[in-house]
């Protein structure tokens, strides 16, 4: 089989370490029982993971189960009332009129299931401390309901030996031995949300198993989904491999930040450095600054890694200071905005400010740990009228109980400041230069007169 090229940056080392990799065939090992597609997929949670995955699978022929205790969320996907991408959108449209194709609170009906696929969310609480309570919630009930045969794969992003403390360890006191009675293994989900260039059969995944039998298992099952399939050695690699991904992806993001205080200071465009530095074919891997961090994974999965190693007595200092800078700096951009205003001779108190764009990134209707809402926030505290603009979002709620809704005519209105945080695809955002004095520009990328940037 053809597999892709690794991304690393080491110097075109990484084609002398590729064969460590463990590339899984299916034609190598075909399923030894009755046709794994013969019984249904049960995919726990159905969320912004889970629904796209329970869709993944009955594309590719698969009966599927899928389970959430949420009933307004069971309801909202039967009326097609989602944040999807339009790929998933017409799937869904597919499987909502196929018998197979079920949605259910029941976790019994689990037992119908040859594989089940745990997506549940992993956030962290208001002290960033992991709250992993919804996994091992989903995990018992499947501990609960399971039955000789099947295959069990944890998706959500947690720390190193969860799938080992709350799956795999529960089935055995049951038991139903790994690797005999049972399967389990563990393969982090990789959906990114709004990207049409990411698109989940074209993303390579992981899987480690408790055993060899159950990584092999559990590949043949994930290979539904994508057609490059790697297996590491454990349950524990692969958890680890994935909170690796996303400390990547937080300390790139930390330090694109800041470098484009730097750049500012400097007098350069970020952008076109970041661009120009991208050429290099080997030793960088560029990200593009912005307002903040938001969504479920970045700013919250590191803090997975942090609390377990200061569980055991380690810490890791860099790791620290990235996310220190991605909470600071919504507050960053606050002060910015204060400075743009004061340098034409206004008060951020009393001004009338808009925010264009809530959501944490561009083409999603998602606002959680978006840095739009410690923004507005901070420009209410510092006495700014503050209004937002997002069509996807309707109404946010950015902190004290406080509801706001979506100003439904802003290019009506004359505004002091302008301040850019999410450019959604498709959408007109010509009128902001008619109708306000100055623009914040906090994505970097935003064509405007008038244009300053953090």
Known sequence: MKHRQLTLAINGRERELAG?????????????????????????????????????????????????????????????????????????????ASPGF?????????????????????PVDGERTPDPSALREACATVVRHAVPGQVFIVTSTSYVG???EM???PLARRGLRPGQDVYVAYSPERIDPGNPDHVQRDTPRIVG??????????????????????????????????????????????????FADACSTLGVDPIEVTLAAGTKPYGFLGVFPGPGVGGHCIPCDPYYLLWQLRQQGDFAPLIEEAMHGIRRRPQTVVERAKQVLADRGTDLAGSRVLVVGASYKAGVADVRESSSLPIIAGLAERGARVS?????????????????????EPWKTG???A????????????????????????????????????
């Open 419 to 454: 301040l850019i945080h999410t450019a959604h695809p498709q959408i007109d955002y010509s009128w902001v230069a008619g109708c306000c004095a100055q623009v914040l520009d906090a994505t970097y990328r935003f064509d405007a007169p008038h244009r300053v940037v953090p």
């Open 209 to 258: 198993g408790v055993t060899a039998e159950c990584a092999k298992r559990a590949a043949e099952v994930i290979s539904a989904l994508t057609d490059d399939v790697y297996l590491v050695s454990t349950p524990d690699a692969a958890e680890a491999a994935k909170l690796y991904e996303n400390v990547f992806r937080a300390v790139t993001l930390a330090l694109a930040n800041e």
């Open 102 to 122: 079920r949605l259910t609170t029941d976790p019994r009906v689990l037992r119908e299931a040859g594989a089940v696929v745990v997506c549940v969310p992993t």
């Open 388 to 408: 937002y603009y997002d069509p996807l979002l309707p109404r946010i709620e950015p902190g004290d109980g406080v509801t706001m809704t979506s100003v439904p």
């Open 20 to 96: 460590r990799l463990v590339a899984f065939d299916p034609a190598a090992r075909p399923y030894a029982g009755p046709g794994m597609r013969a019984a249904p997929v049960g995919v726990v949670g159905l969320g912004y993971v889970g629904l796209p995955t329970a869709l993944g699978f009955h594309s590719r022929g698969w009966p599927v189960i899928g389970l959430d205790n949420d009933p307004a969320r069971l309801r909202a996907i039967e009326a097609a009332e989602v944040d999807v991408a339009d790929a998933d959108r017409r799937r869904l449209a597919r499987a909502s």
């Open 162 to 164: 969860t799938t080992r």
């Open 415 to 417: 505004w002091d400041l």
């Open 167 to 169: 799956l795999s360890e």
